[in-house]
């Protein structure tokens, strides 16, 4: 059974700074798309950040300069590197990955992460 854990959140001040985790294992195809959604209270999930296997990135403006995803296609881990957090980046992350030949993709539970003083 293919399992997504997220791991990393937690209570941040603003301007800190704060490196998530997500793994994926169970699975005998390593997912070619990897992605990092946050979804604020009251609102709706949202694409932070989206690397593919080949290392190809890509950021919501919103975080642009502030973030770094990267990732470990060995470990089949993605790692999210959040800097100069903002009160407004308070938000449960969560890790999806997608293994496009099987036309499948996979949601892990997700990690919060308050930033506040």
């Known amino acids: 059974q293919v399992q997504v854990v997220e791991s990393g959140g937690g209570l941040v001040q603003p301007g800190g700074s704060l490196r998530l985790s997500c793994v994926v294992s169970g699975s005998l195809f390593r997912p070619n798309v990897m992605s990092w959604y946050r979804q604020a209270p009251g609102q709706q999930r949202k694409l932070v950040a989206v690397?593919?296997?080949?290392?190809?990135?890509n950021y919501a403006a919103s975080v642009k300069g502030r973030f770094t995803i990267s990732s470990d296609n060995a470990k089949n881990t993605v790692y999210l590197a959040m800097n100069s957090l903002k009160p407004e980046s308070t938000a449960v992350y969560s890790c999806?990955?997608?293994?496009?030949?099987?036309?499948?993709?996979?949601w892990g539970q997700g990690t919060q992460v308050p930033v506040s003083s």
């Open positions: 690397i593919t296997s080949g290392g190809s990135t």
């Open positions: 999806h990955a997608t293994i496009v030949p099987l036309h499948v993709d996979y």
